[in-house]
């Protein structure tokens, strides 16, 4: 029994032997401690960052030619030779020269062309002088009648459809006519009344004052009237009787 425990007890201090001093031992010779030094790099070495190269425009140089100032260049000219400066022309275009260029090129002259109407109506004033020297300024009678019976004829055909003619007994109305030389009617004015005691703000007498109106616009011409004679007949006065449409 006691040899028992004895070979207990070596066989435990044999295990704590191989445990704690063998054991170790092998590792420490197996295991070698390597001094590494290591030098500390950055992150840009370790991962370098790559940049987008800065974009450049292409740009064209274009060569400028080389600009000579030609006022202020000076020429190195021979004593011997003087230089005369050639004296500055002004030339004026005016509108009467520009029109007087147009009219050469057309073979027109508005001077020529003003004389002749010139001309013209001085022989049509001499005609007309004659004219009045021999027959007189004044109208005939049967010049005067053919007026008064132009105007009577385009008077009644408006007096006829408006009125009754009894209805106007004792109205007459006196008017002023100026006539162009060719006998249109210029304007017609009223002039006093002929019946005193016809009213202005009388209707009657205002309608045949209208139809006398009208009797000119309808007929606006007097026909038969001898220009030589104008000066007698471009004024004249009417009178309007409707006693006399009977």
């Not at 009754?164 to 109205?171: P, R, S």
């Not at 001898?226 to 009417?238: I, L, N, Q």
Request: hydrophobic share 40%; proline share 4%.
């Amino acid at each position: 029994m006691i040899r028992g425990f004895l070979l207990s007890v070596l066989l435990h201090s044999f295990l704590w032997v191989i445990l704690f001093f063998i054991i170790p031992n092998i590792f420490y010779k197996q295991t070698r401690i390597i001094d590494v030094s290591v030098d500390i790099i950055s992150l840009e070495e370790l991962f370098p960052v790559v940049l987008p190269e800065k974009i450049v425009k292409d740009e064209k140089v274009v060569e400028q030619p080389e600009i000579i100032d030609k006022i202020t260049e000076t020429l190195t000219l021979p004593e011997n030779i003087e230089v005369k400066e050639k004296p500055l022309i002004k030339t004026v275009i005016t509108e009467e020269s520009i029109i007087q260029e147009e009219e050469e090129e057309e073979g027109f002259n508005l001077d020529s062309m003003l004389a002749e109407i010139k001309a013209a109506q001085d022989k049509e004033r001499d005609r007309l002088a004659s004219e009045r020297a021999k027959y007189g300024n004044n109208l005939t009678s049967n010049e005067k009648s053919a007026v008064r019976q132009q105007i009577n004829n385009c008077w009644s055909n408006i007096v006829n459809k408006l009125f009754n003619i009894e209805e106007l007994e004792g109205i007459k109305v006196k008017i002023l006519v100026s006539l162009y030389e060719d006998g249109n009617v210029l304007k017609v004015k009223q002039l006093d009344t002929l019946t005193p005691y016809m009213k202005i703000d009388n209707i009657l007498y205002r309608q045949v004052v209208d139809s006398v109106s009208s009797t000119f616009i309808r007929c606006n011409k007097i026909i038969g009237l001898p220009k030589a004679k104008y000066d007698s007949w471009k004024d004249f006065e009417f009178i309007f009787d409707p006693n006399e449409l009977k």
